[in-house]
């Protein structure tokens, strides 16, 4: 009995013995940045027990001295720390470069593009500096597969419309255009400089997160951001060139317009115009040309008389050597 009491009270003192060595480690777990990284895993390193970091980073384990934590968390490399004298640690981890590799938008985050089973392409914002387009949409003519860039018309200006995947319907026909979360018409008012990258998602496994909105695809544009605890950045991005037209059109002139129209109403079994009369008819005139006045009519047919050939308006509305600028500033 007393060697039973003996071996009891033996075990009582090893286990307070045991249980005054395990302290409460607090710390934090950062980012190469500084940044906090919330749900990171500290588990001692041959047992079972572990803890998450909460929102703000931090942590609360019961450790011994000489116990090795092993912190991990997804996308950076795991570290371990050996529990010494201090009761508060604090780890950084860094990033695991081969882990991050090929990531691509979908939805509202991201993934790697070995996960990814739908058709997504992605342009980056060095590739769009380097072929220096007018707008956001041009980046992507002839840079990525399925996607056609065209404009709407041919007027200074005009807007371009992006058909992925041919034409799905003959309705409205336009993909969904996403840029830092937020769905807008189009993308035309954003600067090439300022997008950090673009990446498309062609089918419906890739875009289902859209629901039928995104039926015609999905174009996602990031921004590019500042970032804390990093220098402010200034660049200044700015280029000159010349526009000519490559094939001019060469339009009839007054007297070619003439015959035409005359040739026109004889095949509808009528006879050709009077422009003689046309042109002194004051009524005529008001109707179809007003402001033009009888005596600049009369004008006119002189002059028609003595082989005018009227105005070249192609000619008048453009110029050769048109210059071509752009200034960019940018503050990050």
């Known amino acids: 009995m007393k060697i039973k009491n003996y071996l009891v009270m033996l075990c009582l003192m090893v286990t307070s013995i045991a249980l005054a060595q395990t302290e409460a480690i607090t710390g934090t777990v950062v980012d190469e940045n500084g940044l906090p990284l919330p749900g990171a895993n500290i588990l001692i390193q041959g047992t079972s027990t572990g803890t998450l970091t909460d929102f703000d980073g931090n942590f609360t384990i019961e450790a011994a001295r000489g116990d090795v934590l092993v912190i991990s ?17 604090e780890i950084t981890l860094t990033p695991d470069a081969a882990s991050l590799d090929e990531v691509v938008v979908v939805g509202y985050g991201t993934q790697k593009s070995a996960l990814v089973t739908g058709a997504t392409s992605n342009v980056a914002g060095e590739d769009i500096a380097a072929l220096n387009p007018g707008t956001a949409m041009e980046a992507l003519q002839g840079v990525v597969a399925g996607v056609s860039v065209t404009r709407n018309s041919g007027a200074p200006g005009a807007g371009t419309r992006i058909t992925i995947r041919g034409l799905g319907t003959i309705g409205n026909s336009n993909p969904l255009y996403i840029v830092d979360g937020v769905a807008v018409g189009n993308i035309d008012y954003l600067n090439p400089s300022d997008i950090e990258s673009i990446n498309v998602l062609k089918d419906a496994a890739s875009a289902a997160i859209y629901g039928s909105r995104a039926a015609n695809g999905v174009v996602l544009v990031t921004t590019v951001k500042g970032r804390q605890n990093r220098p402010a950045q200034i660049s200044y991005d700015t280029y000159y060139g010349i526009q000519n037209i490559y094939k001019n059109l060469d339009p009839l002139n007054a007297q070619e317009y003439m015959y035409i129209m005359d040739e026109g109403r004889v095949n509808d079994g009528l006879a050709p115009n009077n422009w ?35 105005t070249n308006w192609i000619n008048e509305m453009t110029q050769e050597d048109a210059p071509m600028r752009s200034h960019s500033i940018n503050i990050t």
Do not use: K, R
Request: net charge negative; aromatic share 12%; hydrophobic share 35%.
């Open 73 to 89: 968390f997804l996308g950076y490399e795991p570290q371990e720390v050996v529990v010494g004298d201090a009761n508060q640690i």
């Open 276 to 310: 003689q009369a046309m042109l002194s008819n004051n009524s005529w005139l008001e109707q179809n040309y007003p402001g033009l006045g009888t005596q600049l009519g009369e004008e006119i047919w002189t002059n028609l008389q003595n082989g005018w050939e009227g």
